[in-house]
Structures are given as C-alpha cells and as structure tokens.
C-alpha cells in the first residue's frame, strides 16, 4: 500500500513537477507523513519479531525434546526387547523330558518383563530338581537379579541335594550381587524317583499345592525370601508323592491378577478349581486353570508374570535285576536285601514287605532244598522286575520241578500235621497270584503295590 | 546301580535269633526271639527235642519277641508237636500279629493255639 501511494506520487511529479510548487509541499507533506507511518510500523514489528524468534526457539526445543523422548522411549523399549530376551533363555519354552516324570507349564511374560523363573532339571541318581521363582519388580534391573539368581540356582544344585542348602547358598549369592532392595521368592523341590519322595524349601513363595481326590496339601516351609536376609533360617520338609498326586507351583502373577471387579484371581478360588480337576494329567490342569484366569481377569491386562507349572509321577520303566546263587541257604539274605531295600524305599511299609520276605523265603529254600536237593554245584536264579504298580520276582532251580497240584492241602483237617506244603501254601496267601512253569522248577510271584488297586 | 545314598533306604536289619528254654514241672518253656527261617528253625528245634529227651511233656513256646517265621520253623514246632501229642503237645504263647497271621492261614492254630501268655498256656493242659 505504501508502495502504491509512493509510485503514485511518481507518476504525478512526472507530469506537473515544475508547474506546482503547492503541490510540492503538498506531496512534501505527504512523504513526511509516510515516512513516519513506515517508522511507526517499523517500530510495531520489531516486537513480532522478537516473539517469532522465541517462537521458533521452542519449536526447535520441543522438537528436540520430543526426539529425544523418542529415542528414549526406544531405548526402554529396546531394553525391554533385551530383558524379554534374556527372560526367554533363562524359561526356555521347552524343557526337556525326564523319565518318571510328566509336567506342563504354562509361561506368560508381562509386557514390562517380571522375573518369573521355572526349571526342571535332571539332577541324576535318579533325582529330579523342580524350581519356581519371582524376582520382584520389572524391566532391565529384574532381569538382572534373575540373571544373578539363575545362575547360582545352576551353581549350586550341582553335587548338592538338600534344597535347603540349595536356597541358603542362593540367599548368599543374590545378596551379594545384587541391590539391598533386591529379592526373590523361591520354591524348589529335589524329588527323588525312586523313593517318590520329594523334599522341599519354600523362600516365601506362594505355596505349590499338592493334590488328589483324596489329598490336598500346601507345601511350606520355615524360611524368608531369598536375596534379603544374611540368616533365611530355611527350614526343609519332606512329601511323599503318590501316583494319583498331581504337584501344582504357580508364582504370585497368577493369584494376584485383578479382574475387572477389582477382585484378585486369588488363593481360594485356585485351590477350589484344584480340588475339582485334580484327577486330569498335568497339561489338562495348567490349561484348564488357564482358562479359569482368563475367565476371570477378562480384558484386563496383567501386570506381573504369570506361571503355572503342574506334575504327576509318570510310570517308569521296569526295574529289572537278576541274581543268581549257589544252592547254600545262608545266601538268602543277599536276595532278600537287594529286592526289599528297593520296595522300602517305594514305600512297600511294612504288612507288604513282610509277605515279600516270606514268599521269597520259602521260594528259595524250595529250590535249594527241594529242587536243587541242596546240591551246591546247582544255581538258585532270581530275577526281579518292578514297575510303579508291582514287583514280580521270578524263582528258578536247576531240578527236575514238580507237580504244585500234586501236592496235598495241608490246611485239610486232615492234612494239618503233614510235613511239607505250607510253604507254599504261605507264598500263595502273601503274593497277589503265584504260577509254576511247565516243568515246576520255576515259580513266579505278583506282589501289587500297596497303593495299586 | 552305583547310587549315591540320597535318601535313607535301608531294610530294616533282621532282630537276631536267640532261643533259651527251662523247666518248669513236665513243661518247657522255650522262649525265641527274632527272625526264624531255615537256619534258626534248626537251632529252635535242637532245643526243643532236647527238652523232650530231659522229659518234657509239654513245650509251651514264648514267641513274644519273635518278628518273623517261615514254613521250616512251622515244620519244627509240628514235629514236636507231634512227638508229644499224647502228654500235652507244643503250645504257643504270645504271638505278634504277624505271626499269628501265619498260624491262621497255616490253620497251626488249631493245634497249638495262639495264647495270651506262658501262664495261660501252662494252664491250658
């Protein structure tokens, strides 16, 4: 607009410049008055100006800020990645398989990474290590205590089957290596095979169920959590495990999950599905008590680890062992100490070990005495096999065997006070089902286990 | 197996065998203790024939502390049994459970009964 008004005065002082001095003064005037209208502006944008500079100054702050926010953000989102990581390697989806036993877990890492941590390991002579962690909080720094904390569970289960002494040397070990904040709760179990028995540390964890339609038990112990305290005082307990017994180990993620009402999953509502589906396999109870959760934390996104382990005593392989010796009756107790040792300690107790000893008694002095006629050149063989539902022991001479049928009843009134057959006799009250072969130099004998039908 | 003892699992060690007898009147009372198979059956009945050879008339046998009898210790007290029918026979006293069991399916029960004491036993005659 000034413009405009300026080139116009132009154009007028082209045409009458020299002819109206008037109209000199008048543009005169004119100019003067656009100059200080110019000045007038000038000194309204300088303002503005400055505004616009500091205007652009935060521009570039926030951009610089969110940026970095960004970059942060993928830093954490990066660490997370790399926590997620780690917590995969230290759960590995698989575990492998162990004889005697079957289990299922079900593993379910939170988006902010908690410090759940599961294994089940083969520790040999026939022992088997069940370990269930949570390591307090989230992201990178648990996954770090879960780093300490792992390894010193792979340290120390080597050689080492008390997990008591296990969780003391744990204890020690995160507390050194870790923050004083820093913490776990910590169940583990050395279940021994061959016993069925398992011994156990609970490190202030949630306590692992062990159930059956006629058993409900919660595994505790004396102790505190594991990393915090220079003396835990662990106590160590022990449990038989049954066949029917199903062994339940979840960590806090699961009972402590919110539904939409506001409600905990909680204790009581677990234990109450427990007793109602503890008869399924292991990997039927986890995905059922899964389906459980879900039903009632509904949408809601949960904020810890969650983990679920279930396990049951699975058949194992026969055991099976051959012993062979001379027909000298003083041998016996070799026989006897190797097979009863072994049904004792599957906790045979006592009425069925007594009626094993004596069947087994009167099967070997028969071959030594009758079959093989006390000739010490001829072998008594015994071989054995036992499963997790009966013993069967196999007793065979080197004679010419006899007729089982042949031989009177003698607890006919009228055979009572005849020499000979109570022997057998006794084997066939005290064995589930005894069988001669063709020849009768060998007779095989059932022993159910107690706990078999 | 080469198993490391992890757990404790030892079958109970057999109570040894110890037997000892005196006279009272006619009668002897032979008192056993602990597991009595093959060998110990033996030793038990050497004791108690040589009880009948000194004139015992009656054997009452105190199996109070016995754990554990097989077929030969039953073949021993029926051979005794049988040499004294006549004069009074063998008689048990104090039977463990277990071992009672074993005289019920035997049906030896019946014949040397299964009594509550030395005493009752003495009386029985």
Same mark, same amino acid.
């Given at each position: 607009?000034?413009?405009?008004?300026?080139?116009?005065?132009?154009?007028?002082? /082209?045409?009458?410049?020299?002819?109206?001095?008037?109209?000199?003064?008048?543009?005169?005037?004119?100019?003067?008055?656009?100059?200080?209208?110019?000045?007038?502006?000038?000194?309204? *944008?300088?303002?503005?100006?400055?505004?616009?500079?500091?205007?652009?100054?935060?521009?570039?702050?926030?951009?610089?800020?969110?940026?970095?926010?960004?970059?942060?953000?993928?830093?954490?989102?990066?660490?997370?990645?790399?926590?997620?990581?780690?917590?995969?390697?230290?759960?590995?989806?698989?575990?492998?398989?162990?004889? @005697?036993?079957?289990?299922?877990?079900?593993?379910?890492?939170?988006?902010?990474?908690? @410090?759940?941590?599961?294994?089940?390991?083969?520790?040999?002579?026939?022992?088997?290590?069940?370990?269930?962690?949570?390591?307090?909080?989230?992201?990178?720094?648990?996954?770090?205590?879960?780093?300490?904390?792992?390894?010193?569970?792979?340290?120390?289960?080597?050689?080492?089957?008390?997990?008591?002494?296990?969780?003391?040397?744990?204890?020690?070990?995160?507390?050194?290596?870790?923050?004083?904040?820093?913490?776990?709760?910590?169940?583990?179990?050395?279940?021994?095979?061959?016993?069925?028995?398992?011994?156990?540390?609970?490190?202030?964890?949630?306590?692992?169920v062990?159930c059956a339609p006629?058993r409900f038990?919660?595994?505790? &112990?004396?102790? *505190?959590?594991?990393?915090?305290?220079?003396?835990?005082?662990?106590?160590?307990?022990?449990?038989?495990?049954?066949?029917?017994?199903?062994?339940?180990?979840?960590?806090?993620?699961?009972?402590?999950?919110?539904? !939409?009402?506001?409600? !905990?999953?909680?204790?009581?509502?677990l234990h109450a599905f427990l007793k109602a589906h503890c008869d399924?396999?292991?990997?039927?109870?986890?995905?059922?008590?899964?389906?459980?959760?879900?039903?009632?934390?509904?949408?809601?996104?949960?904020?810890?680890?969650?983990?679920?382990?279930?396990?049951?005593?699975?058949?194992?392989?026969?055991?099976?062992?051959?012993?062979?010796?001379?027909?000298?009756?003083?041998?016996?107790?070799?026989?006897?100490?190797?097979?009863?040792?072994?049904?004792?300690?599957?906790?045979? /107790?006592?009425?069925?070990?007594?009626?094993?000893?004596?069947?087994?008694?009167?099967?070997?002095?028969?071959?030594?005495?009758?079959?093989?006629?006390?000739?010490?050149?001829?072998?008594?063989?015994?071989?054995?096999?036992?499963?997790?539902?009966?013993?069967?022991?196999?007793?065979?001479?080197?004679?010419? @065997?006899?007729?089982?049928?042949?031989?009177?009843?003698?607890?006919?009134?009228?055979?009572?006070?005849?020499?000979?057959?109570?022997?057998?006799?006794?084997?066939?009250?005290?064995?589930?089902?005894?069988?001669?072969?063709?020849? /009768?130099?060998?007779?095989?004998?059932?022993?159910?286990?107690?706990?078999?039908? | 197996? @080469?198993?490391?003892?992890?757990?404790?699992?030892?079958?109970?060690?057999?109570?040894?065998?110890?037997?000892?007898?005196?006279?009272?009147?006619?009668?002897?009372?032979? &008192?056993?203790?602990?597991?009595?198979?093959?060998?110990?059956?033996?030793?038990?009945?050497?004791?108690?024939?040589?009880?009948?050879?000194?004139?015992?008339?009656?054997?009452? *046998?105190?199996?109070?502390?016995?754990?554990?009898?097989?077929?030969?210790?039953?073949?021993?007290?029926?051979?005794?049994?049988?040499?004294?029918?006549?004069?009074?026979?063998?008689?048990?006293?104090?039977?463990?459970?277990?071992?009672?069991?074993?005289?019920?399916?035997?049906?030896?029960?019946?014949?040397?009964?299964?009594?509550?004491?030395?005493?009752?036993?003495?009386?029985?005659?």
């Amino acid at each position: 607009m000034t413009r405009e008004r300026h080139s116009g005065v132009s154009h007028a002082s /082209g045409e009458d410049a020299v002819s109206a001095p008037e109209d000199v003064r008048i543009l005169q005037a004119e100019l003067k008055e656009a100059r200080s209208e110019i000045a007038r502006l000038r000194a309204l *944008l300088a303002p503005l100006q400055e505004e616009l500079k500091g205007l652009q100054a935060t521009r570039q702050e926030v951009e610089r800020l969110s940026h970095e926010l960004e970059q942060q953000t993928g830093r954490i989102e990066q660490q997370l990645a790399v926590a997620r990581q780690f917590q995969s390697l230290f759960n590995p989806p698989a575990l492998p398989e162990i004889e @005697g036993v079957s289990f299922a877990i079900r593993y379910e890492p939170c988006r902010l990474v908690g @410090g759940d941590l599961y294994d089940i390991f083969d520790m040999g002579n026939s022992c088997v290590g069940i370990l269930v962690a949570d390591v307090a909080g989230h992201g990178l720094a648990t996954t770090l205590v879960t780093a300490v904390a792992r390894m010193a569970f792979d340290t120390f289960r080597q050689n080492e089957y008390s997990p008591r002494v296990i969780m003391e040397k744990v204890n020690t070990q995160v507390m050194r290596h870790t923050l004083s904040n820093q913490f776990l709760t910590a169940f583990l179990g050395v279940l021994d095979l061959e016993t069925s028995r398992m011994k156990y540390v609970n490190a202030a964890h949630p306590r692992p169920v062990v159930c059956a339609p006629d058993r409900f038990e919660l595994l505790d &112990t004396e102790g *505190l959590c594991c990393g915090m305290f220079e003396e835990p005082r662990y106590g160590e307990k022990e449990i038989v495990l049954r066949p029917t017994d199903r062994l339940i180990l979840f960590t806090r993620g699961l009972i402590d999950s919110f539904g !939409p009402d506001c409600q !905990p999953y909680g204790e009581a509502r677990l234990h109450a599905f427990l007793k109602a589906h503890c008869d399924a396999p292991p990997a039927e109870i986890v995905k059922l008590v899964m389906e459980d959760f879900r039903g009632h934390i509904g949408q809601t996104e949960p904020t810890e680890d969650i983990t679920i382990l279930a396990l049951s005593l699975a058949p194992r392989r026969a055991f099976e062992d051959r012993i062979v010796i001379p027909s000298e009756p003083q041998l016996l107790h070799r026989i006897e100490n190797r097979i009863l040792s072994r049904l004792e300690a599957l906790n045979y /107790g006592e009425r069925a070990l007594f009626g094993v000893r004596l069947a087994l008694e009167e099967a070997v002095i028969n071959a030594i005495k009758h079959g093989n006629k006390m000739d010490k050149a001829k072998k008594v063989t015994v071989t054995y096999s036992i499963t997790d539902k009966e013993c069967v022991i196999s007793v065979e001479d080197e004679g010419e @065997g006899f007729d089982p049928s042949a031989v009177p009843d003698p607890t006919d009134d009228a055979n009572l006070e005849l020499p000979h057959g109570r022997g057998l006799v006794l084997m066939r009250a005290y064995m589930d089902e005894v069988s001669y072969n063709e020849k /009768g130099n060998r007779v095989v004998m059932r022993k159910k286990a107690p706990w078999a039908d | 197996m @080469g198993r490391l003892t992890v757990f404790e699992a030892k079958v109970k060690p057999q109570t040894p065998f110890t037997v000892r007898s005196e006279m009272r009147g006619d009668a002897a009372i032979v &008192t056993a203790s602990g597991h009595i198979a093959e060998m110990e059956a033996e030793r038990l009945g050497k004791e108690i024939n040589q009880r009948i050879e000194e004139g015992a008339r009656v054997i009452v *046998l105190d199996l109070g502390d016995v754990t554990f009898v097989t077929s030969a210790c039953l073949g021993v007290l029926m051979g005794a049994h049988k040499r004294l029918r006549d004069s009074g026979g063998l008689r048990v006293a104090r039977p463990q459970p277990l071992v009672r069991q074993i005289l019920e399916i035997t049906k030896l029960i019946r014949l040397f009964g299964a009594y509550d004491s030395v005493e009752d036993a003495l009386q029985a005659r």
